[in-house]
Structure formats: structure tokens, C-alpha cells
């Protein structure tokens, strides 16, 4: 194991001999880190907190810190941070707030400088957090999505898989699987770049287009527009659409945007 003599590191920590632990690093009791993991200068590990396989925690990131909650009361929570995650200068990343409760972060993540995660968010794997990403506590991102710099999402929020959200966007509502996002938070279109990238057969991608058209572009209600997508998609990537629809929604769904709705309008009198 090899750690700096200026780091201070709790006897009860729990770190894998592997581990590099740099300069001025404060590792309290309670912390667990798994083999491969680098710490450079300045990281702070505290709480009920692990740290999964081969991490790069840079330098002034803070995990697992008490929440940002005035009801939180000091109980034990937790922060489970998986395996093969870069998390970049001056992050922060926040544990639990209800006793017992879990901030969690999957696994291939890249949380660039700045972000905060704040308590009881759920990151799924290969989820990217551009610098400055702003998540309140509660909330859910799916696999592979991208949350663009400068982003923030309130409460409770739940963004779907290879969603793209962008840059400074303010994210108030549900953003549904694959769908690119303004900045005023609502469905500028579908990321077919980050589909294709992700190697999604055109089969999919065709369903997710029409699922979109029966969501959007339609004039159905939402309710209804639900029950004939579950009776209608077949492939993977639709059922993934449908089953997000079907979660519970603290928020609700975001619509088309300003520009897509005037143009789905105009299409419709034609």
C-alpha cells in the first residue's frame, strides 16, 4: 500500500494494500476502498462510504459527506460508489439522508469537475456528468446518459437511458430513455448519434421513433398513449421506454419543445 506521509487515514478504514493514497488525503473510520483505486492530493472519504475496483478520485473531491438536508440528524447513511469510476477535482458526492438510506453510483462513470450528487441519487453505469452538473438529492439516471455542463435537475427527477441533456439546461420534469434535451428541460428530438454509437439495431431505433410520434406527436392524452405503447413495442429499447413510463413520476414528463411542438402543430393543419 502506498500512502503519502502528509494523509491521514483512520486505523479502521478499510483499504485494499493496492490502493495509492496521495498527498494531504483524509480517510475517516467506516471507509472502504477496493483494489486499484488512486487517490490524488487533497481527496476526502467520509461517512458509511465504498469505493469500488480501480476509481481515480482527483484531486478535492468529496465523497460521501453528510447531506446537504437540514433535517439530517447524523444517523448512519450511505455513499457506494461501484467500480471503474473517474470522479474529477472539486466533486462532490453526497450520502443518504433518511437513516439507512444510499447515494449509489454504478460503475464506468465520468464525473467531470465541479458536479455534485446530492443525497440518495441513484447513477446508473457509464453514466458522463459534464463539468458543473448540478443533481438535488433523489435523483435517478439511467445507463449511458450524458448531462451536459452547467446542467441542473431538481428533486426526484428520473432521466432515461442515453438521454442527452444539454448544456446550462434546467431539468424540472421525467426525461424519457434516448431523447435529447434543451435548455429549458423539455424534447428537443431523439439522440440518434448516441444510439448509433451504442451499436442499437435500426429495428430499435425505428420503434423508439414511433413510440416518440405516439407520445408526442399525437393527440392523445398521456395516459392513453401509454397503454397503446405497452400493447405495442416489441423490442428491447421500446420496452425500456415503456417501463420507464410505467415508474412512478414524482415530477411528471417533459414535453417537446417550444420550436418541436409549433412544428408538430403546423404539421398537423397542414
Same mark, same amino acid.
Given at each position: 500500500?502506498?500512502?503519502?506521509?502528509?494523509?491521514?487515514?483512520?486505523?479502521?478504514? !478499510?483499504?485494499?494494500?493496492?490502493?495509492?493514497?496521495?498527498?494531504?488525503? =483524509?480517510?475517516?473510520?467506516?471507509?472502504?476502498?477496493?483494489?486499484?483505486?488512486?487517490?490524488?492530493?487533497?481527496? #476526502?472519504?467520509?461517512?458509511?462510504?465504498?469505493?469500488?475496483?480501480?476509481? !481515480?478520485? /482527483?484531486?478535492?473531491?468529496?465523497?460521501? /459527506?453528510?447531506?446537504?438536508?437540514?433535517?439530517? %440528524?447524523?444517523?448512519?447513511?450511505?455513499?457506494?460508489?461501484?467500480?471503474?469510476?473517474?470522479?474529477? &477535482?472539486?466533486?462532490?458526492?453526497?450520502?443518504?439522508?433518511?437513516?439507512?438510506?444510499?447515494?449509489?453510483?454504478?460503475?464506468?462513470?465520468? $464525473?467531470?469537475?465541479?458536479?455534485?450528487?446530492? /443525497?440518495?441519487?441513484?447513477?446508473?453505469?457509464?453514466?458522463?456528468?459534464?463539468?458543473?452538473?448540478?443533481?438535488?438529492?433523489?435523483?435517478?439516471?439511467?445507463?449511458?446518459?450524458?448531462?451536459?455542463?452547467?446542467?441542473?435537475?431538481?428533486? #426526484? =427527477?428520473?432521466?432515461?437511458? $442515453?438521454?442527452?441533456?444539454?448544456?446550462?439546461?434546467?431539468?424540472?420534469?421525467?426525461?424519457?430513455? #434516448?431523447? $435529447?434535451?434543451?435548455?429549458? %428541460?423539455?424534447?428537443?428530438?431523439?439522440?440518434?448519434?448516441?444510439?448509433?454509437? %451504442?451499436?442499437?439495431?435500426?429495428?430499435?431505433?425505428?420503434?423508439?421513433?414511433?413510440?416518440?410520434?405516439?407520445?408526442?406527436?399525437? !393527440?392523445?392524452?398521456?395516459?392513453?398513449?401509454?397503454?397503446?405503447?405497452?400493447?405495442?413495442? &416489441?423490442?428491447?429499447?421500446?420496452?425500456?421506454?415503456?417501463?420507464?413510463?410505467?415508474?412512478?413520476?414524482?415530477?411528471?414528463?417533459?414535453?417537446?419543445?417550444? %420550436?418541436?411542438?409549433?412544428?408538430?402543430?403546423?404539421?398537423?393543419?397542414?
Amino acid at each position: 500500500m502506498s500512502i503519502h506521509p502528509t494523509a491521514v487515514v483512520d486505523p479502521k478504514a !478499510e483499504l485494499d494494500p493496492s490502493v495509492e493514497v496521495g498527498p494531504f488525503c =483524509v480517510i475517516e473510520k467506516h471507509v472502504r476502498v477496493a483494489a486499484g483505486c488512486r487517490l490524488f492530493q487533497g481527496v #476526502f472519504l467520509t461517512g458509511w462510504t465504498s469505493i469500488g475496483e480501480n476509481c !481515480e478520485l /482527483h484531486p478535492g473531491c468529496v465523497v460521501g /459527506h453528510a447531506p446537504q438536508d437540514t433535517k439530517y %440528524g447524523g444517523q448512519r447513511t450511505f455513499c457506494r460508489i461501484g467500480k471503474g469510476n473517474v470522479i474529477r &477535482e472539486y466533486v462532490t458526492i453526497h450520502r443518504g439522508t433518511v437513516p439507512e438510506s444510499e447515494t449509489v453510483i454504478g460503475d464506468d462513470c465520468f $464525473l467531470l469537475a465541479g458536479s455534485h450528487v446530492g /443525497h440518495n441519487c441513484a447513477i446508473g453505469n457509464g453514466v458522463t456528468l459534464i463539468n458543473n452538473v448540478m443533481l438535488a438529492g433523489h435523483v435517478t439516471i439511467e445507463d449511458r446518459a450524458i448531462i451536459s455542463g452547467g446542467a441542473g435537475v431538481h428533486q #426526484f =427527477v428520473r432521466i432515461g437511458a $442515453l438521454a442527452l441533456v444539454g448544456g446550462n439546461a434546467g431539468v424540472q420534469m421525467d426525461i424519457v430513455p #434516448f431523447a $435529447l434535451v434543451d435548455r429549458s %428541460g423539455r424534447i428537443a428530438g431523439i439522440n440518434r448519434i448516441g444510439l448509433r454509437r %451504442g451499436d442499437t439495431p435500426q429495428e430499435d431505433i425505428n420503434e423508439i421513433r414511433e413510440v416518440y410520434r405516439c407520445l408526442f406527436d399525437s !393527440e392523445l392524452s398521456h395516459t392513453v398513449a401509454v397503454e397503446k405503447l405497452v400493447a405495442m413495442v &416489441e423490442t428491447p429499447s421500446g420496452k425500456k421506454l415503456s417501463d420507464f413510463l410505467r415508474g412512478e413520476s414524482k415530477r411528471g414528463f417533459a414535453g417537446l419543445s417550444r %420550436g418541436r411542438r409549433e412544428s408538430a402543430d403546423e404539421e398537423s393543419q397542414d
